[in-house]
């Protein structure tokens, strides 16, 4: 999953809980993704990062913050989870935005269940 | 902004026989294409990309796909499938250059491809 390690694989909690992801990347690449996977919506894109401490949002926003601290990681946070929370969340990396040097490689993807 | 469609949601087959699973895009800019697979309980790989050049491009595991500019299209081919192909296959576009999407992958929804021995 070219240098990709997301954690953790597997959680399930409770509505109204707070949740982190952690994305943790070892190519060096400056950009960074956050997608959701649901049946019938295929991947949509939460957040992404251009660099440290430099994020923008994706289509689907709402309810998810971020934070990159370093480079190689990159933390999906659910201030308060719902159960429409629930998916298979995915980070990606690419090293540009540009032309063809932005070819995104994903992570194994984290299950997420929200009760 | 660019948007995807994937025309068949589940595509069963037997092994050995050939199999077309279909995507058309729409974008007022140039687009790169992308098809990812997924296989059970993992992450997308890239599968096969077009990013300019000759509009046929292929993959080492046999799958081919054709950029097809007058129909906005970028269908993947396989003349023989295995069993090992089962699995989810998404088409995905990014502008070459600006808008408000520049530089973000769009999905299509997925087809899963089911390899009948």
């Known amino acids: 999953d070219a240098g990709i390690t997301q954690s953790p694989r597997h959680k399930v909690t409770e509505t109204g809980t707070p949740v982190t992801l952690r994305c943790h990347q070892t190519e060096n690449h400056r950009y960074m993704y956050w997608y959701r996977q649901d049946p019938g919506h295929g991947l949509r894109l939460i957040h992404y990062?251009?660099?440290?401490?430099?994020?923008d949002k994706g289509e689907v926003s709402d309810g998810y913050s971020v934070s990159r601290s370093k480079t190689e990681d990159f933390l999906l946070t659910l201030e308060s989870a719902t159960s429409s929370q629930t998916s298979v969340y995915f980070c990606?990396?690419?090293?540009?935005?540009?032309?063809?040097?932005?070819?995104?490689?994903f992570g194994a993807g984290t299950r997420l269940s929200v009760l | 902004a660019q948007s995807v469609t994937q025309l068949d949601s589940q595509v069963p087959v037997f092994e050995e026989a050939p199999v077309e699973l279909r995507c058309n895009y729409s974008s007022s800019v140039s687009v790169y294409l992308f098809w990812y697979v997924q296989y059970p309980n993992q992450g997308l790989q890239l599968l096969l990309k077009?990013?300019?050049?000759?509009?046929l491009v292929e993959s080492i595991n046999g799958f081919e796909a054709e950029f097809n500019k007058s129909q906005t299209s970028f269908h993947l081919r396989k003349p023989s499938v295995h069993i090992s192909d089962t699995a989810e296959y998404f088409c995905a576009v990014r502008a070459e250059a600006g808008g408000t999407s520049y530089g973000k992958l769009t999905f299509g929804q997925g087809t899963i491809l089911t390899v009948h021995p």
């Open positions: 077009y990013l300019s050049g000759s509009t």
């Open positions: 990606a990396i690419s090293e540009s935005s540009r032309g063809i040097k932005n070819i995104q490689y």
């Open positions: 990062s251009y660099g440290v401490k430099d994020t």
